[in-house]
T-cell receptor
Framework: SQQGEEDPQALSIQEGENATMNCSYKTSINNLQWYRQNSGRGLVHLILIRSNEREKHSGRLRVTLDTSKKSSSLLITASRAADTASYFC?????????FGAGTTVTVRA | SAVISQKPSRDICQRGTSLTIQCQVD?????MFWYRQQPGQSLTLIAT?????????ESGFVIDKFPISRPNLTFSTLTVSNMSPEDSSIYLCSVRDRGGYEQYFGPGTRLTVT
């Protein structure tokens, strides 16, 4: 069942701008993982954040997790055309991932 | 991270036939999963396939329709049986890393049923 829900559904930004997307979920989780998907291809793993972590960085990506609000955010800084993709959060409970509907990000040159 | 390959990458099949999708991993993994992504939708877990045990299916998915094999720690197959146009989807194989935390996905198999 889908537990994570992303917001917004779609986002269009200019190259160089930052993109922020949010993920809300309903039940307690072990971890939360973020993925990128380009044009209906396979998913690329971006970041895993554990339930006892509040923030994590990887290159131009920053993920936060607020377990009290049951929400997470993904920030992409200094966006590039290659960042155009769909981004999914997946809540991780007992080794099962439940995916949200995703946020489609379009980066305009 | 694990490198996962799937065969075929895409196929167009006729209604009523079956297709077997192969998933190969470059390292031994305990937990493997099969997901479906219907057009314009998110991913839905079909089943968990751990080596040495029967696959565990999620609600709405049954073994007769989606039989799974897991003969060893690097390989699995998913068969989509008696296909209908509603089975047109991307099917993705996925594995957990050895620590059991990060989960990686294969490139997917795009199936179109006519």
């Amino acid at each position: 069942s889908q537990q994570g829900e992303e917001d917004p559904q779609a986002l269009s930004i200019q190259e160089g701008e930052n993109a922020t997307m949010n993920c809300s979920y309903k039940t307690s989780i072990n971890n939360l993982q973020w993925y990128r998907q380009n044009s209906g291809r396979g998913l690329v793993h971006l970041i895993l954040i554990r339930s006892n972590e509040r923030e994590k960085h990887s290159g131009r990506l920053r993920v936060t997790l607020d377990t009290s609000k049951k929400s997470s955010s993904l920030l992409i800084t200094a966006s590039r055309a290659a960042d155009t993709a769909s981004y999914f959060c997946a809540t991780d409970v007992d080794y099962k991932l439940s995916f949200g509907a995703g946020t489609t990000v379009t980066v305009r040159a | 991270s694990a490198v996962i390959s799937q065969k075929p990458s895409r196929d167009i099949c006729q209604r009523g036939t079956s297709l077997t999708i192969q998933c190969q991993v470059d390292s031994q993994v305990t937990m493997m999963f099969w997901y479906r992504q219907q057009p314009g939708q998110s991913l839905t877990l079909i089943a968990t396939a751990n080596q040495g045990s029967e696959a565990t299916y999620e609600s709405g998915f049954v073994i007769d329709k989606f039989p799974i094999s897991r003969p060893n720690l690097t390989f699995s197959t998913l068969t989509v049986s008696n296909m209908s146009p509603e089975d047109s989807s991307i099917y993705l194989c996925s594995v957990r890393d050895r620590g059991g935390y990060e989960q990686y996905f294969g490139p997917g198999t795009r199936l179109t049923v006519t």
